[in-house]
């Protein structure tokens, strides 16, 4: 544990309780009273994640916006000022190197967040678009990055910031203060939920995360963190997606803008892939019998007999449905198949198959 990196907060989540593992080289909370509980308390009404992990990358000079269009599947050109937008970046053959966040900051700065296991690989890859007018810079020791997630997360915040927070609309982003400290507030989030991240400059993490555990916040891990996104049908780098995937069957398709006339990176991979059509699809579990979806459980059309058709990419138990819940890829032969059957712990389930969120909250 001694070798893992520590985020700012690590004294924090230690002294809350929180039980410490290592994820993506840190050392990072997976719960602190309980998956299930810091779940419900998401859905139900606030939960504060630590996710200061993740990266920030930026792109500073007049030709920002143009060198980070031509990394990215999405079109971070139609961004405003303060807007921001999901995204793919993939390789030459079209592998996805990372889903990220792009904010556009102003005219002349983006800000891109990425996920902690893909920052140096990530960094290495938008620095061959640097150039006389654009920068590339990777502040992600800078920042401490919060999430204020749940339904009552805006009345929670709403006391704190020096604006009025209903005017701030999903996914947009503006600078903020909370008490004396300078921060940015984006509208976003991995959990299904309405929400906030929190941009921190990293010696002022201790006293904002105070702050809003004072107010009620409940303290939360990454844990409950992976049964929100999954019930989302949010994708978990390196286990739904990967280089080895690409976005026409990971089903981000509503990412890959091919008709835009930018040649970004991936884009002949990927027009070939829709060409030529994907060899197997995204498709979500609901498991219909006893037992619980794991990531590496295999998939079979029929009860009995045949040959593996898929395989789990995600799978758990899902505290809201209370029923198995999972992602996996299947052969494109069975991906408009309404119900398959799961391999588990050597005997087959049947299990009903939706592209659709799990679940998704009322607004």
Request: net charge negative; glycine share 10%.
């Amino acid at each position: 544990m001694s070798e893992l990196k520590k985020v700012p907060l690590h004294d924090r989540m230690v002294a809350a309780g929180g039980r410490m593992v290592e994820f993506a080289g840190y050392s990072m909370p997976v719960q602190f009273a309980g998956i299930k509980e810091e779940h419900h308390a998401v859905r139900n009404g606030v939960g504060l994640f630590d996710v200061s992990h993740m990266g920030e990358v930026f792109f500073k000079g007049p030709g920002a916006i143009d060198a980070v269009d031509r990394l990215m599947t999405n079109d971070p050109k139609k961004l405003q000022n303060s807007q921001a937008m999901y995204t793919a970046m993939c390789n030459e053959s079209g592998g996805i190197i990372d889903d990220l966040v792009v904010y556009r900051l102003a005219d002349d700065e983006v800000m891109v967040c990425v996920n902690a296991s893909r920052r140096e690989a990530d960094f290495a890859h938008m620095k061959q678009m640097q150039s006389s007018d654009v920068e590339v810079i990777d502040r992600s020791d800078e920042f401490a990055q919060l999430a204020l997630q749940g339904p009552k997360s805006e009345s929670l915040l709403a006391g704190l910031v020096d604006f009025e927070l209903g005017e701030l609309g999903f996914f947009h982003i503006r600078n903020a203060k909370i008490g004396s400290v300078s921060v940015m507030i984006s509208r976003t989030g991995y959990t299904g939920e309405d929400g906030f991240e929190i941009y921190i400059p990293r010696d002022h993490a201790g006293q904002i995360w105070d702050a809003l555990i004072e107010k009620g916040a409940s303290p939360c891990g990454l844990g409950c963190r992976d049964t929100l996104r999954l019930e989302a049908r949010m994708l978990l780098y390196g286990q739904d997606i990967s280089e080895s995937t690409n976005p026409i069957e990971a089903g981000l398709a509503w990412v890959t803008k091919l008709e835009r006339d930018t040649a970004f990176i991936g884009k002949p991979a990927l027009l070939r892939l829709q060409e030529e059509g994907p060899r197997r699809r995204l498709r979500g579990f609901v498991l219909q019998e006893r037992g619980v979806i794991r990531p590496g459980y295999l998939v079979y059309e029929h009860a009995e007999g045949g040959d593996p058709m898929g395989e789990i990419t995600s799978g758990t138990f899902s505290p809201t449905l209370e029923q198995s819940i999972g992602l996996g890829y299947v052969d494109v032969a069975c991906a408009d198949l309404s119900e398959l059957y799961i391999d588990i712990r050597g005997r087959r389930s049947r299990a009903l198959v939706t592209r659709k969120p799990f679940y998704k909250r009322s607004k």
